[in-house]
Every structure is written in structure tokens, then in C-alpha cells.
């Protein structure tokens, strides 16, 4: 036992003194983990962390410091840049002036070079959380989200219970749409500092959006005894008021908001939203003149432009509601750094790791409720089709779920033994959350409408998983998709139209690689035909189902599940014809992109 802990010390020391701290500190982390009383180990870590603080290198006088730091509180920080970019050649190994480097790209907003910065910092001193979280902070706007998760879990492995790390851990999983991990995360940032604002604010709006109102006034209510006055807080309250039912109450609340703060952006959205437009209304001046003040920035912008884009609509002004979308997609578009690259990648190696079946897993022990998979681009249908089956008394309603994006969001796809190793853990963990969504019934709807990329993945777990294929005019789908403002940020090629018509036509190319690998197993459902027949279109969708018979599977209206997603209005009407049509009045606007589309309206 004491050779392997000598041997354990002695690589340590070695890997220090070569300069590699980090592998030195994760070595005395193993021996401590194994025996936590070891002194030696104790005092190593502790040097260690005094030489990386030491070892850095000369750093320059304190009179070139203040001068740097009097440019940064002028404002001047391209001229700051500058200064210290010199100062780095005479005192090239200097953390503070690397630090202020970082900072000063940051603020010129070249986020790769600031992230370059960190990156080196982090490398210089591993054992500094300040330099994870500022990396972290750039790659997330960047929308490098994988990257920006390495460097908040750094962190959290020097500091377990950093909220900061806790709470922006949480921002990425939302980013993501993994709102189950978000919420975990928000959780244990508030247990952590119950006094932290910003991660009740964003606790708050995820419980929202899992419709847990009370839960989510529970935290309104916490902070506003820590800071009555918070505006963001108050907005949320009189969102949560609105959702119990008191709308009148809710309507005084925020006009108590926009009172104290006449462009407060949130608020705006919330009364804009709640308007009712017509010709000429003062209510647009009012926006209009929110619009012009620079201190209403990203998403408070963005959100601006859509509701005003959206009424505009409402009130046949295509040209003017056009304008709007445009800017507010921009700027969605900026803020995530989207570019459609990404997603061309990832669908070449999912198709490539796919390029015949893989084998099922081994078969389950004592599996639950079965899956049923309704998927296919966003606004295509899917919200409509899982009310229609979830009518059926053997179905509940599961919803987007996110399970799968979260388990194989770094998968290797071209790993031919990746999906065997890590699958069965997957799939009893997604097993459970049907569980737990079923009640007493035998099936649950998973309408996540990406998961058309995983069904390779699908059918090795489940090999007679039911999959529903919504398709539908891609004009009518990707209008929808472009003029709608999503709340997260998981569809990221939403915010341009080229990028739109891109990945609609990767979608088909998947679709028609999965149909060729499991033909005859996917039931691909056209939504303009639902819309001109349902009887027949929601019969036979009840056969391929293997359901017996049931007549309230045509009235989806009446299904008193709530839907979560963008559709839940419409769902609640019978089904109507014409939706598909509501692009044609921007056909001026989109023709150029759509001109690219393969219009597969009789596929």
C-alpha cells in the first residue's frame, strides 16, 4: 500500500516540476480521493497551488497596470488593447496582463480572441476558477455550449458548490433544451446561495415552462423579499399571476413595471403580447420609441421585434411584419452564433455511422410503457398529432422530451461499438421517465420532433417502436418556423431563411435514408391530407398504431391534456384547413430562399 502511494507522490512531483500542473494537481486529487488524510499529498496540492501562483513569470510595474486600468474606466478599451499587446512583448508570461488582454477583447466583442486568451490562462493556472468561468462565459456566446460545459464542470470540480458555475451550467443546458438538467442545476446554485437572484430568475422561468406555476411564484415571492424592487422578478410575477387565471391583476402588475420603467423590455413583451392591435394604435409608438433606446440589447430586442412583427401580421401588413421578423431573427441569430456547417457535419456522421442497421440491444427485463415517436421538423403537425393520439385512452401525452439529444449529444457515431456501451444505461434511463409520465397506461408519446435524427438509434433500442413522420409544405413549415420566436435556443438554424431551406432539405435526406434503411416501418403522415381527411388519415394512423378503435381520437380538440409547445392555441380548435397558406402573403419577401425548396406537397 505505501509503494503505490509513494509511487502516486513521486509522479505528482515530477509532473510539477515539468510544468504540468494539471496533471499534477489530478494526480494528488486521485491519492487524496483514495486517502483523504494523506499529508503529503495535503502539502503537495497546497505547494502546487503556490507554484502555478509563482511560476508564471515577471510581471510588469504597478504604474503600467494603472495606466491600463485608467484606459478601461475611460471607455478607451481599444486604445487599452493596444497598450497592453506591447506590454506583453516585454513581459510575455505576465497573468495580469494576459487577464486584461482577455478582458479588453471581450469588451470589442471579438469573442474567439478572448476565448484564445482564457484558453492560455487556464493552461497557466488551472487551479484559478475565474479563468473557467470566463472562458465559459465566451464560448457560450460564441455558442460553443459543449465547450463552455468542459469549462463550467472545471470548476465545479475545484469548487463543488460554486453557484455561479451552477447557475451557468444550467444556462447551457437550456441552451441545449435539456430543461430537466436545467432545472437541477438552477436548484442546487439557489440551495447553494439562496440569496442569488439571477439563479431564482432563471429557476423560475423554467418552472414556468414545465407549467409548475406555484413553484415558480414560490421563487417570484423569495425574490422579491431579497430585492423588492427587481423589475425582472416583478415581470415574472405578473406572468405567474396571468397563469393562475387573474389576468386583470396581472395587467395592473405590469403596468406597476412599466410605470418605474417605461422600455422595460420583459414587461413590454408580456403587455404587447396581451394587446389586442388595431390601425394607427398608440400602443406601436410606444414600442417604437422602446426600440430606439440602446440599453434594450439581445434577447429584450430581439423579443421587441417579434411581438411587433407579429402584430403587424395580425393586421395584414406583410411588408412592415416582414421587417421586423428580419431584425429580430438577426439578432437571435448573432446572439448563437449559429452556422449551418454544424449541423451538416453532424448529420454526414450520424448517416455514415448509420449506413446499415445497427443490432438491437440485448433484450429489456421487465420493460414499462412503449414508446411512440412523433417527430419531424418543427410546426409541422406534430403538437396536432400527439393530442390526436393522446386522446386514445391507452396513450399519455410525454411531450418533447429530452432524453435522447441529452444522452448522445458526444456520441461517437463512428464508433462501431459506442451505441453497445453506452445504449442499455440510455435506454432504461429513458425507459424510467416513461414511467413515470405513464400513469396506468401501456404507451407514451414522445414528440420531440428532432429525434428524426436518432432513429437509427431508436430502432436499436426499441425494434417496433412506432414512428410518426410529420411532413408538410416546407413553405408553410419553414414560414412558420422563421416568424416564430422560439424560447430556447435548441433550433438554432431558425433565425435565417437560407439557413431554414438548408436544413429542411438535410431533414429529407435523413428521412429518406431512414426510410430506405427501415422501409415500411416509419409511417410517414402528410398534414394537408390530415387537414382534408381526417377520419381515414386518423384511422389509419390508429391501425398502424395497433390500437383497437376509438372515436375521441377525432376530436382532439377535446383532449384536456395541456399542450407545453408553440401550437398549444391551435390544438385547442378542431382541426381546420388553410394553415398551410399563411406564408403566401411574404411570398415577396421568401421567394428567393424558397426557390430552393423541393415543394413536396404530394410526397
Known sequence: ???????????AQT?????????????????????????????GLAELAATVANAVGREPPRQLIGQLFALKRAGRDRDMVALVKKARMQFP????LLEIHANGLSALNDREGAAALYRELTKLNPLNPDYFGNLGNELMLLGKYDEAEDAYERILELQPTNPVALNNLG???????????????????????????????NLAETLLSYGDVAK???????????????????????????????????????????????????????????????????????????LQDPTIVGKDRANLEFTLGRARNDLDEPEAAFAHFARGNAIRKELVGYHISKDEKLFAEIKAGFAEPRPALPAETG?????????????????????????HPMVAPGGELTDLGTGLRRFDWADPNGLQEIGP????????????????????????????????????FFPDAKIINLHRDPRAVLWSIYHHNFASDGNAYAHDLDDLVDYWHLYKDMMAHWNALYPGQIFDLKYEALTEDPDTVIRSLIDYLGLPWDEACLRPQDNKRVAKTASREQVKKPIYKGSSNA??????????AFSRLDVWTDA
Do not use: C
Open 15 to 43: 509532473q510539477a516540476k515539468s510544468g504540468a500542473f494539471r496533471e499534477a494537481e489530478a494526480t494528488y486529487r486521485e491519492l487524496l480521493a483514495r486517502f483523504p488524510a494523506n499529508k503529503r499529498a495535503q502539502a
Open 93 to 96: 508570461r505576465s497573468l495580469a
Open 367 to 391: 420493460q414499462g410503457p412503449d414508446p411512440i415517436f412523433i417527430l419531424g421538423m418543427p410546426r409541422s403537425g406534430t403538437t396536432l398529432v400527439e393530442q390526436i393520439v393522446t386522446a
Open 1 to 11: 500500500m505505501a509503494g503505490s502511494v509513494d509511487k502516486l507522490l513521486r509522479t
Open 425 to 460: 444505461e440510455l435506454r432504461a434511463s429513458y425507459r424510467e421517465t416513461l414511467k413515470s409520465l405513464a400513469g396506468d397506461k401501456p404507451y407514451v408519446t414522445d414528440k420531440m420532433p428532432l429525434n428524426f435524427r436518432f432513429i437509427g438509434v431508436i430502432k436499436a
Open 171 to 201: 444556462n447551457v443546458k437550456n441552451r441545449l433544451e435539456f430543461n430537466k438538467e436545467a432545472l437541477d442545476h438552477y436548484e442546487a446554485a439557489v440551495k447553494a446561495a439562496p440569496n442569488y437572484v439571477e439563479a431564482r430568475l
Open 583 to 592: 406564408w403566401q402573403k411574404y411570398r415577396p419577401f421568401v421567394e428567393k
Open 216 to 290: 415558480a411564484g414560490q421563487q417570484v415571492e423569495e425574490i422579491l423579499k431579497i430585492d423588492p424592487g427587481n423589475l425582472y422578478a416583478r415581470t415574472k410575477g405578473a406572468i405567474v399571476t396571468a397563469r393562475m387565471g387573474d389576468k386583470e391583476a396581472s395587467r395592473e402588475q405590469i403596468e406597476a413595471v412599466l410605470a418605474i420603467e417605461p422600455h422595460f423590455g420583459p414587461a413590454l413583451k408580456v403587455k404587447a403580447g396581451n394587446h389586442t392591435f388595431v390601425k394607427d394604435d398608440p400602443f406601436f409608438g410606444v414600442m417604437d420609441v422602446a
